[in-house]
């Protein structure tokens, strides 16, 4: 669950950056799903210290592994996301393409391809 200070811009960033599908919405709090993956959004808390959206800081990094990691990341920062390059990595299963963005609440994102899963 990715806590963010307006669920309904979230939902909207997600749908048209990401291709997210939403599964649920119930003002506040909504499903959402990525190629099959689900997660969720839930808008701050106000006074709830635990429910504070990152704003830019954050140690906690979302995986998503798609067939086109390099569209994601370019359709992600034309929405507005900071990102960085998906590139090459040598692994021992072979070469791994991986980059990644910072969403516009704070959440860092890692794409690659789904070669670790194969």
Not at 21 to 28: A, K, M, R, V
Not at 57 to 63: H, K, L
Not at 64 to 69: G, T
């Amino acid at each position: 669950m990715l806590i963010v200070p307006d669920a309904d811009a979230a939902v909207a960033w997600y749908r048209a950056a990401l291709g997210a599908t939403e599964l649920w919405n119930l003002g506040g709090v909504a499903g959402l799903e990525i190629g099959g993956a689900p997660f969720f959004v839930h808008q701050v808390t106000p006074g709830n210290a635990a429910e504070s959206s990152p704003d830019g800081v954050t140690s906690v990094r979302v995986e998503l592994f798609a067939d086109d990691p390099d569209g994601i990341v370019a359709r992600a920062v034309a929405a507005g996301a900071t990102g960085s390059a998906v590139v090459d990595h040598e692994m021992p299963w072979g070469t791994h393409r991986q980059g990644g963005f910072t969403d516009p609440f704070g959440h860092r994102w890692s794409v690659g391809d789904r070669s670790p899963l194969g």
